[in-house]
C-alpha cells in the first residue's frame, strides 16, 4: 500500500509563486510515475504535470513554461513549482502516482488527499 501527502497549498496573488509537494511512503518500486491532477469547481479532474522516475515530464499546455516537476527519488517527493500564477489556477490539486505492480503486471493508481490553491485577482 502506497500513502500520498501534500503540502504546500494556500492562499496567493496573481502572479505570485507556490511550491507544492507530495511525499510517498509504503511499498514503492523504482518504476513508477508520480504527478499532479488540479480540479476547480464544476470542472472534471485534469492533469497539471507529471514525471517519471528517469525524470521525463509533461505538462498541460496551460502550465507550460509557469510550472515545474520534480522529484527526488531518494525522499519519494515530487515537488510542483508554480510561478506567475493565475486566478484559474485556482483549483485542489491532488498528488497521483502510477506504481509498477510486477504480481498484477500493470500500474496501480494512489491519490493523495488534495491541497487547495487559490489565486486571486
Known amino acids: 500500500q502506497v500513502q500520498l501527502v501534500e503540502s504546500g497549498g494556500g492562499l496567493v496573488q496573481a502572479g505570485g509563486s507556490l511550491r507544492l509537494a507530495c511525499a510517498a511512503s509504503?511499498?514503492?518500486?523504482?518504476?513508477?510515475?508520480m504527478g499532479w491532477y488540479r480540479q476547480a469547481p464544476g470542472k472534471q479532474r485534469e492533469l497539471v504535470a507529471r514525471i517519471s522516475s528517469i525524470g521525463t515530464t509533461n505538462y498541460a499546455d496551460s502550465v507550460k513554461g509557469r510550472f515545474t516537476i520534480t522529484r527526488d527519488n531518494a525522499k519519494n517527493t515530487v515537488y510542483l513549482q508554480m510561478n506567475s500564477l493565475k486566478p484559474e489556477d485556482t483549483a485542489v490539486y491532488y498528488c497521483?502516482?502510477?506504481?509498477?505492480?510486477?504480481?498484477?503486471?500493470?500500474?496501480?493508481?494512489?491519490w493523495g488527499q488534495g491541497t487547495q490553491v487559490t489565486v486571486s485577482s
Open positions: 509504503g511499498t514503492i518500486v523504482s518504476r513508477n510515475v
Open positions: 497521483n502516482a502510477d506504481i509498477w505492480a510486477a504480481t498484477m503486471s500493470r500500474f496501480i493508481t494512489y
